[in-house]
């Protein structure tokens, strides 16, 4: 399971959906990963934060231990052949949804966050929500 971006912030937030969702996930021996994309779009945030240094300590206390996938080669290509495939079809993507896209597509993955409709409707992408 990969955890979008937007999971990874209502965790940091406490939201309890997302949290049951994570001990659920937990209880069943799934996985949480997260990606390369998140990192850069989490410390990002954290970046333009007027609370910077916390919300740096709040980033590194969600993902410190949670396992992730780079964005390689192959789900760079794949990332690019899925936001080409959208702007072909006059639908919009996030460069950086595609890229998550494009991992989770690789590697045979679900992507776990509140914006389904984000991921809806890529070949090979399935998403789960809470």
């Known amino acids: ?15 309890p959906e997302a949290i049951e969702k994570g001990r659920m996930l ?10 390369a994309i998140a990192v ?26 949670m396992p992730a996938f ?4 192959d789900s760079s290509r794949e990332g690019g052949l899925i936001f080409s495939a959208r702007k072909k079809e006059g639908m919009t993507i996030d460069a950086e949804d595609a890229m998550v896209a494009g991992i989770a597509r690789l590697n045979h993955e679900t992507v776990l966050t509140r914006n389904t409709r984000h991921f809806s409707g890529i070949e090979g992408v399935r998403t789960d929500s809470y």
Not at 1 to 15: C, E, F, K, N, P
């Open 1 to 15: 399971m990969i955890a979008d971006t937007s999971y990874l912030i209502d965790v940091m937030r406490g939201d």
């Open 26 to 35: 937990e209880s069943y021996g799934i996985p949480i990963c997260i990606t």
């Open 40 to 65: 850069f779009e989490l410390y990002v945030g954290t970046g333009l934060s007027s609370k910077s240094t916390e919300e740096k300590a709040k980033v590194h206390s969600v993902i410190s231990s």
């Open 70 to 73: 780079a964005l390689d080669f």
